[in-house]
């Protein structure tokens, strides 16, 4: 049973471009949550796709933007890259039944603003 | 607002210890609390997954405790071994409307053999 897979595992971009991250849910999932991890630091909850929408958000500028595609697979798009996205991240799955169950994670992926 | 601590931030042991890892969480309000692993560069892998309704999961040498009412959760890992080495993560699913996890900063355990 396949878990989240998410590419590219790494990426270098340059300031002011635009990347597109991919992640595919562990199958049986329907709801995909993106996170950004900084160095030494907790992941931050970035937002969750469920049925093709945005159902929440964290704290993050509309620089960041997503897509959950009908086979539940997303996308993370960042437009107008800064030094400070450099960082892991992580996408994961779970069931919109989201009082039993946890969440799984992707290996995630590196990225490097330079 | 709800904030997770994890305390200590590292943690060296020699192989064999038994150990224990603390979590702290502001708000008592919460559906389920989920422990992670971290290997260096890498995503992260559920360890065990406590229900609110729940004051233990056990796993292997692992054992999680829950303390809804005074917001603390502990993970206790048994005969600890060089391969258990990494950052241990600890993350809340709040109780109010929304699903987004709250990660503390994780500890980062390494057991010398």
């Known amino acids: 049973d396949a878990g989240v897979t998410q590419s590219p595992t790494h990426l270098i971009k340059t300031r002011g471009q635009q990347v597109t991250l991919r992640c595919s849910p562990k199958?049986?999932?329907?709801?995909v949550s993106w996170y950004q991890q900084a160095l030494g630091q907790g992941p931050q909850f970035i937002f969750q796709?469920?049925?093709?929408?945005?159902?929440q958000r964290g704290n993050f500028p509309d620089r960041f933007s997503g897509h959950q595609f009908p086979n539940y697979s997303s996308e993370l798009n960042v437009n107008a890259l800064l030094l400070g996205d450099s960082a892991l991240y992580l996408c994961?799955?779970?069931?919109?039944?989201?009082?039993?169950?946890?969440?799984?994670f992707g290996s995630g992926t590196r990225l490097t603003v330079v | 607002k709800q904030e997770v601590t994890q305390i200590p931030a590292a943690l060296s042991v020699p192989e064999g210890e038994n150990l224990v890892l603390n979590c702290s969480f502001t708000?008592?309000?919460?559906?389920?609390l989920q422990w992670f692993r971290q290997d260096p560069g890498k995503g992260l892998t559920s360890l065990l997954l406590?229900?609110?309704?729940?004051r233990e999961q056990t796993s292997g040498r692992l054992n999680a405790s829950l303390d809804k009412s005074s917001g603390r959760s502990t993970l206790y890992i048994a005969a600890s071994q060089p391969g258990d080495s990494a950052t241990y993560l600890c993350?809340?699913?709040?109780?109010?409307?929304?699903?987004?996890?709250?990660f503390g900063k994780g500890t980062t355990l390494s057991v010398s053999s």
């Open positions: 708000d008592s309000a919460i559906y389920n």
């Open positions: 199958s049986g999932h329907d709801t």
């Open positions: 994961a799955s779970s069931l919109e039944d989201w009082v039993i169950g946890g969440y799984t």
């Open positions: 796709y469920y049925e093709e929408e945005e159902r």
């Open positions: 406590i229900q609110s309704s729940q």
């Open positions: 993350a809340v699913r709040p109780g109010q409307a929304g699903t987004a996890l709250i």
